[in-house]
C-alpha cells in the first residue's frame, strides 16, 4: 500500500501524477490539498481570512461557517472532482471522499480560544480541530472492489460538524490505520533541502533518527513538514518520500529515488 | 426502496427533509440539486451564464470548464456535503458521490450545437450530455453495508470528462436501475398545480395514464417536471410523489398523502 499526498500547490502537476499512478501495481489512497485554489476563490469572492489572537497573543485563521463552505467548494467541490475525472482518463476508477462522506476521517473538534472582545475575556470557537481515526472499514471495502480512495477535508468531529483540518493529520491517521509501506509527500520543492533557496542543499537520503535535528535545521512550511513526517514514523511509517510534485513524473521520480527518502 | 429527489430552490427545507428521513425504515437513496446556490455563486463570482443560440434559433446554456467548476463548487461541494453533514447530526451514514466518482452516474455527451460564428457556420461542443446508467454496483456495495448514497452531478461522461445533466435524468436512469417503490420529488410547491398562482387548484391523486394530459395544462418548469415524471413511469416507477419541500415535515407529509401522489 502506498499513501500519496498531493500538495495543494499551484505548480503541482495532477496530471502527470495521476499518470504516473495508474502505472503503479501496488494499491494506494490519495489525500490532496487545494490551498492555492481555495485562496483565490476566496479572493474571487471577496473573503478575507479572518485571524484571531489569543489572550496569550498567538494568531490563528478562524474557521467560520464560510470558511467551511469555502473548503467544501475547492478541496472537496472542484479539486477532489477534478482529481477523479483525471483518475477515469487514466483508467484509475477513483472515488472522492471528504472525511464527512461515510465518516472518512473522524476528529475531534478544537475547544475554544481565550480572546479579549470589547474589553473582556471570551472563548471563540470555531470549525477546526484534530483528526482521531478513519473509518478503515470504508476504505477497506472500496478498496478491495477496485476503487480507489481520493481522500481531502474537511473532516467530521465529535458531533457530526465539518470541520477544518490539517491534511497532513489525516495522512497520519490514515498510516496508523492501513500502514503503508510507502507514504509519498509531492511538495513544491524537490525535497528536504537545508537552505530553502539553494537546490543543491538536498539531502537525498535521511534516517527517521535525523528527523528532529533536521526540523531545527529549517523554517516555516519545511520544518512543519518534518515535524509531519516524524509524526508519521511514530504512526507506524516505514519509507516516506518528500519529493516534487512540479516536474512531468512526480510519482516515478518519487519511487526511483528522487527527492528525500526517509527510511 | 425510496428516491428522494431534493430540489435546488433556496425555500427547500434540508433540515427537515433530512429529519424525516432519519425515522423511514426503508432503504433509500437521495439525489439533490442546488441551482439556486450555483445562480448565487456565480453571480458573486461575477460569472455570466453563456447562452449560444444554434442555427435554427435555439438558446441553451453553454456548460463550459468554468461552468463545470462551479457546478463542482455548489452541486458537488457545499450542497452535497452539508446535506451528508445534516445526515450525519440525525444519525444517518450518508456518502456523497457526483457521478463522477466510482463512476456513479455515466452518460454520453452532447454531440454539440451548429451555430453561427464570425458569418461561419462551426460545430460549438460544451460539458453537458445526458446519463445512461448509473454504477449499481457500487450504490448496493454502500447500502448493504449500511451507508446511504447521496448523489449530485457532475456526471462522467464515456470519454471520462465531467458533464453537465438534468438531476430528473440523473432520478430516471437511477430508477431504471434501482427499481424504488416510491420517488418522492420534493419542490418549492404544494405538488402539481393546475394554476402554478392558485393552490387550491392542487390535484392529489393522479394516474400516470393522466400525465400527458397534465403536461399540457402547464407550463415552464412545472411541464419539464411533468415530462421527467412521465419518463419515470417508462422507467419502472409505480409510484411518483410530487410534493411541498419547504414545510416542517416535507417527506412525512408527501408519505402521509399530502402532494400530489401519482399512481
Known amino acids: 500500500m502506498i499513501i500519496v499526498k498531493i500538495g495543494g500547490g499551484e505548480g503541482i502537476n495532477l ?9 503503479v501495481q ?17 479572493e474571487a469572492l471577496g473573503q478575507t481570512k479572518q485571524v484571531i489572537t489569543s489572550v496569550k497573543g498567538y494568531s490563528s485563521v478562524y474557521s467560520d461557517d464560510k470558511m467551511i463552505d469555502l473548503m467544501m467548494m475547492s478541496y472537496a467541490g472542484i479539486r477532489n472532482k477534478r482529481i477523479v475525472e483525471l483518475c477515469h482518463k487514466h483508467g484509475i476508477n477513483a472515488v472522492g471522499l471528504s472525511g464527512l462522506d461515510g465518516k472518512a476521517v473522524q476528529g475531534v473538534r478544537n475547544k475554544g480560544i481565550r480572546v479579549y472582545q470589547d474589553g473582556k475575556q471570551k472563548i471563540v470557537r470555531d470549525f477546526s480541530g484534530k483528526p482521531e481515526s478513519v473509518n478503515k472499514a470504508l476504505l477497506d471495502l472500496l478498496l478491495e472492489h477496485g476503487y480507489v480512495p481520493v481522500l481531502t477535508v474537511p473532516i467530521v468531529d465529535e458531533e457530526n460538524n465539518a470541520i477544518n483540518t490539517e491534511n497532513d493529520d489525516v495522512v497520519r491517521v490514515l498510516q496508523h490505520s492501513v500502514r503503508a509501506g510507502t507514504v509519498i509527500n509531492l511538495i513544491e520543492a524537490p525535497g528536504f533541502l537545508v537552505d530553502k533557496d539553494d537546490e543543491s542543499t538536498l539531502i537525498q537520503k535521511m534516517s527517521p533518527l535525523e528527523l528532529e535535528s533536521r526540523e531545527q535545521q529549517v523554517e516555516g512550511r519545511m520544518k512543519r513538514k518534518m515535524l509531519a513526517v516524524r509524526k508519521l514514523f511514530e504512526a507506524g511509517a516505514t519509507r516516506v518520500i518528500i519529493a516534487d510534485g512540479r516536474p512531468e513524473h512526480p510519482v516515478a521520480d518519487a519511487l526511483s529515488g528522487k527527492g528525500t527518502v526517509i527510511a
Chains 1, 2 share one sequence.
Open 15 to 23: 496530471e502527470g501524477i495521476i499518470e504516473d499512478l495508474s502505472k
Open 26 to 42: 501496488e494499491k494506494f489512497i490519495i489525500v490532496h490539498g487545494a490551498n492555492a485554489l481555495r485562496d483565490k476563490l476566496a
